[in-house]
């Protein structure tokens, strides 16, 4: 039953992320700036199902995300890292951590990792070891979430190139722990 729930919690926020507006027509100058939307959409959703707890359900380590109103909870986190399962997974001799983790009432776990392609004249942050980057993050994180959601911006790409990355990472992770939504 916890699973299920899980399993709608995360195709929940999926669905959230893949219909937002804040992302239409934007061009992002960083991979800090991308990220800072998907945490608004993130907040906003986590807000609306759990009013005035959003603070407490996301976590992140990005003093960024301290700016009202989607605050992030600088006391949670501390607490968070302290945990045996917190942020850090130490794996193939380094310390990982996913961008933002939701912890929703009920102690499961959802890793989001971010990733960005950036315009074409910064062709290595276009190029497969940004994709790699963030498959390998994501599925490091499993090892202490429930579930993880890989989440690429790739508003510089060409309509096609995005829409044949979504098939691919949608075919890449049915069956799996593991989501991805491409958002251009």
């Keep these: ?15 959230a992320l893949t219909r937002a507006r804040v992302f239409r027509g934007r061009h992002y100058r960083s991979e800090d700036h991308f990220e800072a939307d998907v945490w608004r959409v993130l907040w906003r959703w986590a807000n609306r199902r759990w ?23 600088a006391e949670r986190w501390e607490k968070f890292l302290r945990q045996r399962l917190g942020p850090d997974v130490r794996a193939l ?35 497969a070891s940004v994709l790699a980057h963030g498959l390998g993050q994501a599925a490091l994180a499993l090892a202490h ?8 911006g790739c508003s510089a790409s060409r309509g096609e190139e995005a829409r044949e990355l979504r098939r691919h990472l949608i075919r890449a992770c049915r069956g799996s722990r593991m989501r991805a939504v491409v958002i251009q």
């Excluded at 961008?99 to 009432?105: L, S, T």
């Design 93 to 127: 001799g380094s310390n990982n951590r996913v961008d933002i983790v939701v912890r929703p009432p009920g102690g499961d776990s959802i890793g989001i990792e971010v990733e960005w392609f950036s315009r074409a004249t910064h062709a290595k942050k276009r190029s």
């Design 145 to 152: 979430r429930d579930l993880t959601i890989l989440v690429i």
């Design 1 to 15: 039953m916890r699973a299920r729930r899980l399993l709608r919690i995360r195709d929940d926020i999926v669905r």
């Design 51 to 73: 009013p005035d707890k959003a603070a407490d359900i996301l976590l992140t380590s990005h003093t960024s995300r301290e700016r009202a109103p989607w605050t992030r909870s």
